[in-house]
């Protein structure tokens, strides 16, 4: 196969590996079914095929992933090519269960304000019910539609009050060429606590490529995204970086979105995660920084910055522990703030 120059542009700087060794690609395939992405994983399956050394289940693992993403599909078949649903117990402390200021007081020229007990953020341990499920109908070679259905129900038993989340998105996965892909979806999402309830659309865009470079496997990732609140609406960029090696899965991401007029809303956010097994368990960090700004609080300019770190360990077989604290800090005293939140994730029941 004749090669650009580019690609030997690389190969000269090293950062190319054209034939790594059979125990890199079987490293990385073990390491691709942690990192969350589908097609990594197909990639990374593919490549330890390349080997001639793949073992049996994972030739048939990548045939079931093929047959899922519509690639053995040929028309006159069945158009179904999978089917899920799933249900899982919640258990977390959440920081904000009603939806309430998570401050008490703040000061504002010169003056020191109470915030109502009845609108004040209640916090502690919720549980409740997770669940959902998918369809995929393929319609072409690697090309399907996917529908999802998602959502929780939880309860507080020491405030007596519940909160629910429901999530629906339709999909067009679309492979293109190669390993490029193009997808489109549309999504819609419904929050009710104590104190009310917010409804948000989404509709996305997103063209993806993923190679082989370096040390490890890429998929390189560009999302155009029109967002609908009940305050206005906000087309945004989101450039993404995921990558497999040989001990660990990272993700990089850049979100630039544009402003709604009056509105304190999300301008920038840089994502950045790690996921790594120890002694056959699996572990991961997340941190994040973003900017919201553009609003005002009784006729003062308001601009957040928030960070946050995320930790996730399973402390058993089938149950992850999950840890966030975010600290928030405000042109606005009664918007600075910090959060921590609990989630113990059991495995779900599926078929």
């Not at 549309?186 to 490529?209: C, E, I, K, N, W």
């Not at 941190?287 to 308001?302: C, E, I, N, V, Y």
């Not at 405000?330 to 910090?338: A, I, K, N």
Request: aromatic share 10%; net charge neutral; charged share 20%.
């Amino acid at each position: 196969m004749r090669r650009s120059a580019g690609c030997w542009l690389l190969l000269c700087l090293g950062l190319v590996h054209p034939l790594p060794s059979s125990a890199d690609v079987t490293s990385r395939a073990g390491i691709a079914q942690i990192s969350g992405s589908e097609r990594l994983r197909l990639f990374a399956f593919g490549k330890m095929l390349e080997t001639g050394m793949a073992p049996r289940a994972a030739v048939l693992q990548m045939k079931q992933d093929m047959v899922v993403q519509g690639f053995y599909y040929d028309a006159g078949t069945s158009r179904l090519i999978d089917k899920n649903g799933w249900l899982a117990p919640v258990l977390r402390y959440d920081g904000n269960i009603n939806g309430g200021a998570l401050r008490d007081s703040f000061v504002f020229d010169g003056q020191v304000f109470d915030a109502a007990p009845d609108f004040r953020a209640k916090a502690g341990v919720v549980a409740g019910l997770a669940g959902g499920g998918a369809v995929r109908l393929a319609w072409s070679n690697g090309r399907y539609l996917e529908a999802r259905v998602q959502g929780d129900a939880v309860w507080s038993p020491d405030y007596r009050i519940g909160r629910t989340t429901a999530e629906l998105a339709l999909c067009s996965r679309n492979h293109l060429t190669g390993w490029t892909f193009l997808d489109f979806c549309h999504s819609a999402a419904v929050t009710s606590r104590d104190l009310g309830s917010t409804t948000t659309q989404a509709t996305d865009l997103s063209l993806s490529q993923l190679f082989a470079a370096g040390e490890g496997y890429h998929e390189l990732t560009a999302d155009l995204s029109q967002a609908s609140y009940d305050i206005g609406q906000q087309p945004a960029l989101t450039l993404s970086w995921d990558a497999v090696w040989d001990q660990a899965s990272t993700r990089l991401a850049l979100t630039v979105a544009a402003p709604i007029k009056g509105e304190t809303v999300l301008r920038q956010r840089l994502d950045v995660g790690m996921n790594w097994q120890w002694h056959g368990r699996s572990m991961g960090v997340d941190l994040w920084h973003q900017r919201a700004d553009g609003g005002t609080f009784l006729s003062s300019p308001r601009a957040d910055t928030t960070t946050g770190i995320g930790l996730s360990f399973d402390i058993r077989p089938g149950v992850t522990t999950q840890i966030g604290y975010l600290v928030n800090r405000s042109t606005v005293d009664l918007f600075r703030y910090d959060q921590l939140s609990v989630n113990i994730r059991f495995d779900a029941l599926r078929w």
